[in-house]
């Protein structure tokens, strides 16, 4: 007699993925001009809006992910969705009294103000000059936060890059993605029943419909085309453990084994998960802590098959 043991299981198995690239995101210049005095920037380190990219004339240009890039200086009542896009990156930057109506209000012109000094290290207005939003002070980003691979034409101390040259070229998203077991006779479980992950330079991708989620992915995967990993379940399976032999079949291909009652000997239907060493593993058996025949042939003359 043997009773089950609860393991714990979560189906690994090792994959190579290969993956497809879309077209990379581009930043071009704005309308800026100048000589680039610092910069901020190094390839495969995300840039986020509201960061700064570089420095020009020793003012700093700041990265904005906005609805549509700025095009036209903006002043006090101006309306518009670029001023919509100004407020909305205002409020992002903690000034928290501006509305986003597309209208630049008063409130919008002061934040505008305590921003120019705040982020990009303008001198305080003087006298009766008037806020103005110029384009050239930020760099739009297609998407935030990006991933660069490559910074391009910005150097300390050489002209800023000229007016829609692209000075950022980002890592090429991925577009599609293939796994494929690394061991040909292997078979990827992913579509059964359960939740299945991606486990890949250490960090977890979550699959959806047996693929793996793209932009998560994306960020790991930087420019590499291929790379290994493993599908394992998100959260263990509890699976009962028992000898191989107290397992019988039956002539439908049906599983069973033998359990002590009181008055003697009771079949049980049960589910094979998988094999290991010195184990079967059962799934979700009503055999729970029962005690099973180790050999049921030896025990039962013969008659151990499920009937």
Do not use: H
Request: glycine letters at 8%; charged letters at 20%.
């Amino acid at each position: 007699m043997a009773a089950p043991t609860i393991v714990e299981a979560l189906d690994r198995t090792p994959v190579t993925v290969s993956v497809e690239r879309a077209e990379p995101p581009v930043v071009l210049a704005p309308q800026w001009s100048g000589t680039v005095t610092a910069l901020y920037v190094t390839a495969d380190e995300d840039i986020e809006s509201g960061d700064a990219v570089a420095q020009v004339d020793g003012l700093d240009r700041i990265a904005v992910a906005s609805s549509v890039p700025f095009y036209r200086s903006l002043s006090a009542g101006d309306r518009g969705d670029d001023v919509a896009a100004l407020q909305s990156m205002l409020r992002e930057s903690g000034f928290n009294d501006v509305v986003v109506n597309g209208f630049l209000d008063d409130a919008t012109a002061q934040a505008l103000s305590r921003w120019s000094q705040d982020v990009l290290g303008a001198p305080q207005l003087v006298g009766n000059e008037v806020v103005t939003f110029d384009p050239a002070t930020v760099v739009w980003l297609p998407e935030s936060p990006m991933r660069p691979g490559s910074v391009e034409g910005l150097i300390v101390g050489s002209p800023a890059p000229g007016p829609g040259s692209v000075i950022i070229r980002g890592v090429a998203p991925v577009a599609a993605a293939t796994l494929r077991p690394l061991d040909p006779e292997d078979s990827l479980q992913s579509t059964q029943s359960g939740s299945w992950v991606l486990e890949v330079k250490n960090e977890v991708v979550p699959l959806i419909d047996g693929s793996p989620e793209l932009n998560t992915l994306s960020r790991i995967a930087g420019e590499q085309e291929e790379l290994n990993g493993e599908v394992r379940r998100a959260d263990p399976l509890a699976l009962l453990a028992v000898p191989p032999r107290s397992v019988r079949s039956g002539a439908q291909g049906e599983y069973c084994v033998w359990v002590q009652r009181p008055n003697g000997y009771e079949e049980v239907s049960v589910e094979l998960a998988q094999g290991r060493s010195g184990q079967t593993l059962l799934v979700d058996s009503s055999v729970n802590s029962e005690m099973v025949l180790v050999n049921p042939d030896a025990i039962l003359d013969g008659r151990g098959q499920c009937s």
